[in-house]
């Protein structure tokens, strides 16, 4: 293996090492976001697996003295020649540079709304925790006991009681 082909199956190996493909799949909460996740990891593996055989092979030397022995020196000779003078140009990444920035701006995007979504569902956990134990204890739960936990909705009923309104 050598050149281009040497990097892209060399990066493609570190990418699979660095992909924690059970931590996210463990993040996943529906069946069809599961299903989605699951056709995506199986397809990545079967485009590393590609790239880890089909391109990591070293091409067969041409046999040229076997060329000649069967065609004809004249023949091999000429396209022995033109085979040594092919050039094959290197390919130039002009696109990773333009977008580059861009998806490094996109990473810093992400991480900053991960730690709120993170922050958000937290908070969310906490309301649903209170909601669960306001749900066992409302039947024996007096005002006062309530208010405390609101007080202001203890406010807000003062002043209807104090103002005479009775909400009709």
Sequence with gaps: MSGPTKKVADMTAKAV????WDGMAK?????????????????FEEVNHTLQTKFSMEPVPIDWE???????SK?????????D???IPKYVDTVTPQY?????ALLVELKEAEQMSLKESERLEKEIEEVREM???ISTMTADEYFEKHPELRK?????MRNDYWGY
Excluded at 66 to 72: L, P, S
Excluded at 75 to 83: G, I, L, S, T, W
Aim: net charge positive; glycine share 4%; charged share 50%.
């Design 66 to 72: 076997r060329y000649r022995k069967g065609i004809g």
């Design 75 to 83: 023949f091999v000779d000429m396209y022995k020649e033109a085979y």
């Design 135 to 137: 749900k066992k204890k």
């Design 85 to 87: 003078n092919i050039e």
């Design 27 to 43: 993040m996943i909460v529906s069946e069809e976001a599961r299903k989605e996740f699951f056709n995506l990891r199986r397809t």
């Design 17 to 20: 090492k660095k992909i924690d």
């Design 156 to 160: 807000k009923f003062d002043d209807e």
């Design 100 to 104: 580059k920035p861009k998806f490094d």
